[in-house]
Nanobody, 122 residues
């Protein structure tokens, strides 16, 4: 299974962007998908998650501004980002937990995309 992010770019403060994370490949059984971000000189942080049952969670810093959603028909997860601030500038990564069943049970494998850069100018 592979993840490909798109939608990053340069936007002014207060603007909006929509990121996409498209999954492809054989053996796809994604349990949950998340968006992380990593700003220069900082650790990677969790931004939002969405489960296969469509339940969502958000970091406090983005609540009310970002919305995570999924389109199962397209195997794609989106992150709608509104009211962007300069502190949202980061590389945004898509992460998925893909469940693989084995004779012993199952394993949830972590899969990462390559990242997409979001730059918010003041």
């Amino acid at each position: 299974v592979q993840l490909v992010e798109s939608g990053g770019g340069l936007v002014q403060s207060g603007g909006s962007l929509r990121l996409s994370c498209a999954a492809s490949g054989s053996g796809m059984n994604i349990i949950s998908t998340a968006w992380y971000r990593q700003a220069p000189g900082k650790e990677r942080e969790l931004v939002a998650t969405i489960s296969s049952g469509f339940s969502t969670n958000y970091a406090d810093s983005v609540k009310g501004r970002f919305t995570i959603s999924r389109d199962n028909a397209k195997n794609t997860v989106y992150l709608q980002m509104n009211s962007l601030k300069p502190e949202d500038t980061a590389v945004y990564y898509c992460n998925a937990e893909n469940r693989v069943y084995t004779i012993e049970g199952f394993s949830d494998l972590q899969i990462w995309g390559q990242g997409t850069l979001v730059t918010v100018s003041s």
